[in-house]
Structures are given as C-alpha cells and as structure tokens.
C-alpha cells in the first residue's frame, strides 16, 4: 500500500504530560497514537519480595512455559490464566480516573534493561504495574531476554457491544513469520468491569497449515464446537496472568446502559518480536527508532480451515458475513460462539 493511503492528523493536547495526539488511519482503521513529554517519568523496579504467592510449573502450564518456545501442541492441553489478586478499592480508584491516554504496544522495558519507564501521564497505571512487574521478575528468571509491552484502553462500552472486538484469540501467536520459533509471549491483564473470557478446553490445530489457514476461526469453531462450555472469566479488577495458548476473547455488555470499562495488558515478548506496526505508541523515555510499518492479519490473505462453516466464525468483526467492510459506523459481527440455545440446565464454566 502507498503511504497516499495513509492519513495523518496531529491534534496538540493540554493533558499534563501529554504534547499532541496523532491520528492516523490506513486500510479502514484508526489509530491514536499518543506523544509524550522527557520530563517527570517514573521508573519502577522489580520488588520481588512483594509478588504474592504462586503457583510452581507443576501446578500451572502457564508459569511452566513461561520461558518455553512455541509449541503448537500446547493448545491441547487446557489452560486457565494465573490470578495475581484484586486491586483493592483505594488502588482501583486510581486505575480507574477518567480521560486515560490510550496506548497501544508500547515499549516500557527493553531487553538488557531492568528499569521500566512509564511516561508521567500514565500516573494512575504505576501501582497495577509494580504489582505485575514483582510476579514477572519471581517467575522468570530470563527477564532480560524481554521487551515489556503497554497496551491502556478505557471508554465507554455501548449496550450490546463489545470493547474491544476480535474473534477468539491468543495473543503472540507464531505463525509462518516466524522461524526459528521464539520463546513464548506471556502477559498480565486487569480491567475494573467486563473481564475477559478465557476458554479452559483443548484445541486441536495441527492439522491446520499456518500458510494457509486463520488459527484464530478454528479456535471460534472449537469454542462454538462446545456451546461455549468451557469459558471461564476472572472476577472484576483481577490481575491475571496469561501465555500464548490461552484463547481468549472480549465480552458483550449486556446492560441497558453504557459501562465505562479501563484495561490494560502488559505483554513480555523476546527480543526478536519488535513491536513495529504502524498506530503503535513510541515510548520517549528509550533511545531507539524503529522503522514503523503497516501490518494487518489480512495482508496474509489466510482461509477458514472449515470453508462450509457458519460465515460469523471466519470473518473479521469489521466485516460482513460476506467479508466485505461494513459500513462506518455499523455493529461488528459477532461470532456464533454457541450452536445451540443455552438451557437453564446446561453447566457453564464461566460460573466457576
């Protein structure tokens, strides 16, 4: 795509430490990309003698992987996130103030570096942080072999919508990208309301060919293969711990009302995976430049592995059941995660 397809609008801010936000937009999506100020940064450091306790490699796949490569084979064996406890209400207050800046995958840590510098409009984030930083550090040893990666969404949620809309997922999947394979992606998330739901099944996907087929439509598939069954969800303002082989995807809100929901993810990727794609925020605070480029998972040009399958499991929420783009301003699809009508009798794991 030429860079005439690129739009680009830089809005300067009055936010404290806050100097402009840019928009910028290619192939139908928008981003807004922050630009931050050098001055009042805070550096937060590893308190390992604070982590709560945890549960051994034994006890839980996910803290066994931690530092693992990427194993296709590991979708076959259940997991659910590690839960690091609750904000507590003076912390959620914070968390929580209005008019947090969005920022999407950017860089708080770089690997070889133990210091994590948070820009200071990102204030009300430092104490969820600290807490995920102190479990990182206790779980694994090989920190410095990682980038630590920020993404902050809060807004309002409008009935019936979802915040932040994709199919079933994981996050720091390898696909054909990347060989030799890397060391697992793991990340630690909190939102106050609507948190995430996890599907603690077995997936299936070696026979699926990576050059080929979209990972993330059989994991819908396999999901709605179980009515959604195995879907298990953390209670509100808890920290958890996920790896590359927790499928996962957002919630609905279903209330009357709209909901005002703030997330955050801090994700730990080797220092092979570079964070490069255009809308991604630039942390000021590190000394690097990276070339930015555009990078959609439509550009693989990849298929359903289930062709004949319902249409809502193999198309992006911007697009209809056709797969072309909806029109600005349209409801997302939704995928048909249950192939038969819940009943009043049907266990569910999002109860546990």
């Known amino acids: 795509m030429s860079e005439a397809a690129i739009t680009r609008e830089r809005v300067p801010s009055d936010r404290d430490g806050l100097i402009a936000v840019e ?9 807004e990309i922050p630009c931050f100020d050098t001055t009042g940064g805070h550096v937060l450091k590893a308190r390992p003698e604070d982590a709560p306790p945890l549960p051994s490699a034994d006890e839980s796949p996910v803290v066994r992987c931690i530092h693992g490569r990427w194993d296709l ?5 259940p997991r659910r996130p590690v839960s690091l406890g609750t ?4 912390e959620l207050e914070v968390f ?5 800046v969005r920022v999407l995958d950017m860089p708080i840590k770089l690997p070889d570096c133990d210091e994590y510098r948070l820009p200071r409009a990102l204030a009300q984030f430092a104490g969820a942080l600290q807490r995920i930083i102190d479990v990182e550090h206790t779980l694994n040893p090989h920190h410095a072999d990682y980038h630590a990666y920020l993404t902050i969404d809060q807004r309002w949620v409008a009935p019936h919508t979802l915040h932040r809309e994709a199919p079933c997922h994981v996050d720091g999947f390898q696909g054909a990208r990347w060989h030799p394979r890397c060391y697992n992606n793991h990340s630690y998330t909190v939102s106050d309301v609507l948190p995430t739901a996890y599907y603690v099944q077995p997936f299936q996907l070696r026979h699926l060919d990576e ?8 994991m819908n598939a396999q999901v709605a293969d179980t009515d ?5 969800q953390p209670a509100e303002a808890e920290l958890t711990l996920m790896d590359c082989y927790c499928v996962h995807r957002g919630v609905e809100n279903t209330s009357p009302t ?15 995976r570079v964070f490069d794609r255009l809308g991604n925020a630039h942390n000021p605070l590190f000394d690097y430049d990276w070339p930015m480029v555009e990078r959609d998972i439509e550009q693989l040009h990849l298929r359903a592995y289930r062709e004949d399958d319902d249409p809502s499991l193999s198309v992006f929420p911007w697009q209809d059941l056709s797969g072309n783009p909806l029109p600005r301003g349209a409801l997302k699809t939704k995928p048909r995660l249950r192939r038969r009508a819940p009943s009043a009798t049907t266990p569910h794991a999002d109860k546990a």
């Open 23 to 31: 928009h910028l937009g290619y192939r139908g999506k928008r981003y």
């Open 73 to 77: 084979s590991e979708f076959e064996r």
């Open 87 to 90: 904000l507590n209400a003076k």
């Open 96 to 100: 929580t103030r209005p008019d947090a």
């Open 211 to 218: 050059r080929l087929h979209d990972f993330f439509w059989e």
């Open 228 to 232: 959604e069954s195995f879907r298990w």
């Open 258 to 272: 709209p909901v005002f929901r703030t997330w955050l993810r801090l994700s730990f990727e080797e220092r092979r």
